[in-house]
C-alpha cells in the first residue's frame, strides 16, 4: 500500500511502522493531506521545520514502546501548543503559548506528533462549525452540510483522514456533535480526567478537553494517555474505578419516551434512532422509557441560566477592549453573560442542583442511556441564515450531560437514508454517570460494529479495525506506558 | 435534687426520668426557665397549649424506647416549627410554617420536645448576637459582654440550662462562636448531614444547621438522630463512614503558624490557646505548623466574594419590597449582594476551587485542625458603636470551614483569666474534613475534660456528666433509634 493510501487509525499506522515506514514518512503525509484541505479544517498546519523537532525524538525508538508511536494528531485551536499561536478562532486574540497544554504534554510523552492546529467555533461558543472567521467549516462527507461544531476542524481533519485522532474541547456537545456529523467516535470524557491546563475555557466549570477519533479503540488508546491528574488544575479529578463494566451485557439502557424525541422534521434520523435502540437490545440491552424532561430542563439551564457569564469571564479584557473583533453570533451569546448577576448564578445553581437529584434517579433504573447526538443537521446556508436558533436544535440532547456530570461517547448510527442531507453519516450519543468512560467506549465499539459501514468519509471499514477490548492494567491510569522526552517541543 | 436544679444535660434527664419525673414536670420547668430569661434569648418560647402535643404523645411511652425522650430543645427562629411563625429575626418577615423543618422531625420522632424559637442575628446575617430587633441577645456568664451570633439565643438558652440542646444554623461560624462565648460545644455537622429543607437559607450553598449543646456526647446524641438523607433537599448528603478515628491518638493536629494567630490584643485568649496546644499534646497530639494564609484567604471570600448574593437570593423579594424593615447592619451587608455579577460568582468559584485544592493538602499532614474560634469577644456597647468590623474579627477562623467542606467542634478550652472579659469561657475548634464528626466530637470530649470546669453558665462539672462514647451503631445513620409519631405537631 502506497503511503497516499494509508489509512491512519492507530492500528494500521502501527502495522506500517512494524513493516519499516518512517515517522517521518507518515508525519510529511499527514501534512501533505492537511495542507491539500479544502474544508476549512485547519487554521495552522504546521511547518517541516515546526514538525522536525517532534519527529527526530522519535528516531530510534523502539514503535512498540510508546502507545502513540508517530501517532498524528490535530489539536483545537483553543488548546496550546508550544510557540505555535493559539487563537481561539479569533485572530485578534491570538497569542502564543510558552508550553503547551498539559493533555498535549501527555500525548507529546507517549509518542504523538501534533500536525495541526484546527477551525471552531469562535471561542468554542456554537455547535455547527460556521462561526469563524477562518471559514465556515465543511462537512467531511457533504461540503455543502455543517461539520457540527464547535470542534469542527477536530471532526473534519480527523473523518478525512488527515490525522489519526483530535482534541477537541466539550461543553455543550462540541466534542460529540462533530463526530457524529463526520462518523466519528467522540469521547467527552468525564468532568476533570483530561486537565484543562492550557485550555482557553469557554463553560471552566463544566467542561472537559475531548477526544475525536475513527473508532472506539483509537479513542480509548487516546484516553488512555490524555487522563491524568493536574495538581495545576483545580478542577482535575484523579479517575476512578470503572466499578460494574456493563459494557458486555446484559445491561439496561434509558431511551427517551416517544413525545421526548424531536428530530425537526428529519424523518431518515428517526428512523436510524429506532433502529439503534433495536440494535443495542440486539447486544444485550434492555430498553427501559425515561422521562427527558428533567434533562432538557438542565439543558436549558446551559444558556438561558446563568452559565454563559462563564464564557464572559475567560475573555472579559479582550470582549470588553474589542467587542467588534468577536465574531457576531458569538458575541451576542457571550455579551449576555455581562449582564447576569450573581443572583441568578446562585439561584441557577440551586435550580441544577435540584434537577441533577432528579435525573440522577435514572441511573437506578438504567446502566447507560442512549439518545440521539444531534436530531438533525443542516446545510451551511440554513445555518447562516438562522444561526442561533437553528444552532440550539444541535444542542438538545448534548447540552445537559455536563451539567449533570455524565460520561459520554458519541458513535456511528448509520447514515440517512432520505430526505436533504442522504448519505450524510448519523450517530447516537451513549451516556452514563461519571468515570463509566471505559464500559460506554467498549459498549459503543460493540454497537459501532453492529452498524457497520466505513469510518469518518474514509474507506476503511470499522470491522476491519481492532475492537476495543481495554486499557493496559485495565483502568484508566494504571497503564504505565513509556513516555518520551519532548524537552524542545515543551 | 428539686426540679429546679435539675441540670438539663441528657445523663441527668435520662436518670430523673428513671427516677419517675414525668416529662410533663420536665418541660413545665423548661419553660418556666425559658419564661424567666432577661438576656434576649428567646423570640417566643411555646405555650402549655401548644406544648401539650408534643408531651401527650410521650405518655405511656417508655422512655429507654426513645433516644431524645422528653428532652427540651430550643430552635433558632430561622428554622421552621409547624404553626410557629418563623420571624428569622426580622417580624414583618416572619410567617407560620404548616410543617415543621425536617431536621426537627427528626428530633421529634425520637422524643425530643420544642420549648422555644430563638433569637439570631437578623436573617443570620452576624456573628455577635446584636443584630436583632428583639434586642441585643446577652451573653449567659456576663450580661454586658456579646453572646455570639447568629444562633445566638441558641447558646444562652443552651448554657442557661432552659434547654438540653438547641438548633442553630452555621455558615460563618453562627453555630461555633456562641458556643465558644457561652462556654459550650457546637457542632457544625458536614454539609448535607442535617437537612435544611424549612430552614430559611442565608448562604444555600455553605450553610448547615448546627447543634449547641453542652457537652459533646449531648451534640453525639442529638446529631445521631437529626442526621438522615433528605431527598427533597438537594444539598443533602448520605452520612459516609468515619474511616480512621484519630479521636484516641495519636493523631497529627494543624497549628497555625504564630504570624497568623490574631487574637485582637486579648492576651488572656492567647494564652489560653497555647495551653489548648500543650493539652492536646497531652492527649497524644502531635503538633504540626500549619501556613494558614491559604484558609484566611478563603475566608475573605465568604464576604467579600460572591457567596453574600447568596444571602440577598434568599430573602430577595422582600428586602427589595421592604429594605426598611431590615436591620441596619444586616441591611446594608445583603443588599452588597445585589450588585454582584454572575461574572464574579464565577471567578470566587474558580478562586475557591483553587484555594481547596491547596488547602486540602493540609490533610496529608494531619488528622485534624486546632485553631481559635474567635480570637477575642467584645463587650456589646463596643460591638454595636462598631458592628461590621468587629464582627469581621470574629469570623477568622470561622468562615473558610464552610466554604472549604470540613466538619468541625467548638469546644470550651477554659476561662479568660485576666483582661475586661476576665471570667468569660474561651474555646477552641477542631476541624477535619467532611465526615469526620464523630472522631472530632470524641476528641473534643477528651479535651473539654481534660480542660474541665462547669458546663456552659450552669454549676455542673463536665467531669460529671458521660463520656462521648460512639453512637449505637458505631456510625451516623446505623442507629435505628425508635420513633414516636408527631401528627399532630408535624
Excluded at 66 to 82: C, H, M, S
Amino acid at each position: 500500500m502506497s503511503l497516499s493510501q494509508l489509512s491512519f487509525d492507530i492500528a494500521s499506522l502501527q502495522a506500517a511502522y512494524r513493516n519499516g515506514v518512517t515517522v517521518r514518512e507518515v508525519i510529511a503525509e499527514a501534512r501533505r493531506r492537511c495542507l491539500a484541505d479544502t474544508h476549512h479544517a485547519h487554521i495552522r498546519v504546521l511547518s517541516t521545520d515546526e514538525l522536525e523537532p517532534f519527529v527526530a525524538r522519535l528516531d530510534g525508538v523502539d514503535p512498540a514502546s510508546l502507545a502513540l508511536f508517530g501517532v498524528p494528531f490535530a489539536i483545537k485551536d483553543n488548546i496550546d501548543l508550544a510557540h505555535i499561536p493559539t487563537t481561539a478562532g479569533c485572530p485578534d486574540f491570538a497569542f502564543t503559548p510558552v508550553e503547551s497544554a498539559f493533555v498535549v504534554r501527555q500525548l507529546l510523552a507517549a509518542g504523538a506528533v501534533p500536525v495541526s492546529k484546527t477551525n471552531l467555533d469562535q471561542f468554542a461558543t456554537g455547535l455547527n462549525g460556521t462561526r469563524s472567521p477562518f471559514g465556515a467549516c465543511r462537512n467531511a462527507i457533504n461540503p455543502d452540510f455543517i461539520s457540527g461544531g464547535s470542534s469542527s476542524g477536530s471532526g473534519v481533519a480527523v473523518a478525512l483522514g488527515h490525522v489519526s485522532f483530535a482534541l477537541g474541547t466539550d461543553t455543550a456537545g462540541s466534542g460529540r456533535v462533530p463526530a457524529s456529523f463526520n462518523g466519528l467516535v467522540g469521547l467527552k470524557p468525564t468532568l476533570g480526567l483530561l486537565s484543562a491546563s492550557g485550555v482557553l475555557p469557554a463553560c471552566r466549570s463544566v467542561e472537559t478537553p475531548s477526544i475525536l477519533a475513527l473508532t472506539a479503540a483509537d479513542a480509548q488508546a487516546v484516553l488512555g494517555v490524555a487522563a491524568a491528574f493536574d495538581e495545576a488544575d483545580a478542577y482535575s479529578r484523579p479517575a476512578q474505578p470503572l466499578g460494574v463494566d456493563f459494557s458486555d451485557g446484559p445491561f439496561r439502557f434509558g431511551v427517551p419516551r416517544e413525545e421526548d424525541l424531536e428530530f425537526f422534521g428529519n424523518g431518515a434520523a428517526a428512523a436510524l434512532f429506532a433502529d439503534a435502540v433495536k440494535r443495542l437490545e440486539s447486544l444485550g440491552g434492555t430498553a427501559v422509557t425515561i422521562d427527558l424532561s428533567p434533562f432538557l430542563e438542565a439543558a436549558k439551564l446551559l444558556y438561558e441560566g446563568p452559565w454563559v457569564a462563564e464564557r464572559y469571564v475567560a475573555i472579559q479584557a479582550f470582549i470588553d477592549a474589542h467587542p467588534q473583533a468577536v465574531f457576531p453570533p458569538v458575541r451576542t451569546i457571550i455579551e449576555g453573560g455581562r449582564s447576569k448577576s450573581a443572583a441568578d448564578a446562585f439561584a441557577g445553581a440551586y435550580r441544577l442542583k435540584a434537577l441533577r437529584r432528579v435525573c440522577d434517579r435514572v441511573w437506578d433504573a438504567v446502566d447507560c442511556m442512549l439518545t440521539p447526538t444531534a436530531g438533525t443537521i443542516y446545510r451551511i446556508e440554513e445555518m447562516e441564515a438562522d444561526p442561533i436558533r437553528l444552532n440550539s436544535h444541535l444542542g438538545r440532547y448534548t447540552n445537559f450531560v455536563n451539567l449533570l456530570d455524565h460520561s459520554a461517547v458519541a458513535v456511528p448510527a448509520g447514515v440517512l437514508a432520505s430526505g436533504d442531507a442522504d448519505g450524510l453519516p448519523w450517530g447516537v450519543t451513549l451516556g452514563a454517570p461519571a468515570h463509566k468512560d471505559l464500559a460506554l467506549l467498549r459498549l459503543a465499539d460493540r454497537f459501532h460494529r453492529a452498524t457497520g459501514g466505513t469510518l469518518g468519509a474514509t474507506t476503511v471499514d470499522v470491522e476491519s479495525t481492532p475492537a476495543c477490548t481495554g486499557l493496559p492494567g485495565g483502568e484508566i491510569g494504571t497503564s504505565g506506558t513509556g513516555t518520551v522526552r519532548v524537552a524542545v517541543c515543551g
